[in-house]
């Protein structure tokens, strides 16, 4: 049984930093990929980052590049976002998923966390 839980969001004001935190369990040889994805109210759901459960390797929507970083910590079972520089833009329900591959995530499937709200907002 695959369960991916996030914490870490919080009310930050414009120019501040979270750190989003997913902690994983039951995942098998068929998830090789653990990705940020956000969502606001009356808009699909936009691929924030990502990283390789093989390699490592990583990949940044263009609207975040600079600001977060998404590493991960093997031996925790977690992987984390670390968002600076923070716009009101980038307020959403951010959501931590796994899968075989990017594109299935994009596609909605895989397997999901419930989410944290994150709001920046002076």
């Known amino acids: 049984h695959v369960q991916l839980v996030e914490s870490g969001g919080g009310l930050v004001q414009p120019g501040g930093s979270l750190r989003l935190s997913c902690v994983t369990s039951?995942?098998?040889?068929?998830?090789?990929?653990i990705a940020w994805f956000r969502q606001v109210p009356g808009k699909e759901r936009e691929g924030v980052s990502s990283i390789s459960l093989s390699d490592g390797s990583t990949y940044y929507a263009d609207s975040v590049k600079g600001r977060f970083t998404i590493s991960r910590d093997t031996a925790k079972n977690s992987v984390y976002l670390q968002m600076n520089s923070l716009k009101p833009d980038d307020t959403a329900v951010y959501y931590c998923?796994?899968?075989?591959?990017?594109?299935?995530?994009?596609?909605?499937?895989?397997?999901w966390g419930q989410g944290t709200q994150v709001t920046v907002s002076s």
């Open positions: 039951g995942l098998t040889l068929d998830y090789y990929v």
């Open positions: 998923g796994a899968a075989l591959n990017l594109a299935q995530l994009r596609g909605g499937f895989g397997s």
